[in-house]
């Protein structure tokens, strides 16, 4: 018996200190991330925003996880990228313009992934404090806009809720 309880007090003490040697997010409870998850909002990032500061490109993620958050919006990340369908009108230009949604290889595409894969699993704060819409600053502003709080300019974008 005493035998079965120091093992069991040893098993404990190994769960419990294990956890020491992971890194920060791990320890906190860093989210796993699904790879369609993954793979949708890297596209997002990379067609939006992989010209982008880190910062612009962390800004672009959180709208499309903000919008997966939000009732009004379809529930998930690839749904809410993929809203309207591959014909017009649909929520992100590059998904239904009728080019390839292939992204090149290299540099920007792997830092467009680390930055989805950071957004995910929450290692990232929000930059755009809740923004559901973004407009490149070049664009003319459209009338959806005008109804819209403006809250943030990240980058050459603007951030609106």
């Not at 990032?45 to 919006?73: C, D, H, I, T, W």
Request: hydrophobic share 40%; aromatic share 8%.
């Amino acid at each position: 018996m005493k035998i079965k309880r120091i093992s069991l007090v040893a098993l404990v003490l190994v769960t419990v200190f294990s956890g020491l040697g992971l890194p920060a997010p791990a320890r906190a409870g860093a989210r796993e991330v699904p790879p369609d998850a993954l793979r949708c909002l890297a596209l997002a990032v990379y067609f939006e925003a992989r010209g982008e500061p880190r910062e612009g490109k962390e800004a672009v993620a959180y709208v499309v996880l903000n919008r997966a958050r939000e009732a009004q919006f379809p529930g998930g990340v690839c749904q809410v990228v993929q809203q309207g369908g591959e014909q017009r009108p649909c929520q992100f230009g590059w998904w239904c313009d009728g080019r390839s949604d292939k992204p090149a290889p290299g540099r920007m595409w792997e830092s467009s992934q680390d930055v989805a894969r950071e957004v995910l699993a929450g290692q990232v704060e929000d930059p755009t404090q809740g923004a559901l819409y973004f407009l490149r600053v070049k664009a003319r502003e459209p009338t959806w806009a005008e109804r819209l709080t403006r809250l943030a300019r990240i980058g050459g974008h603007v951030f609106y809720r």
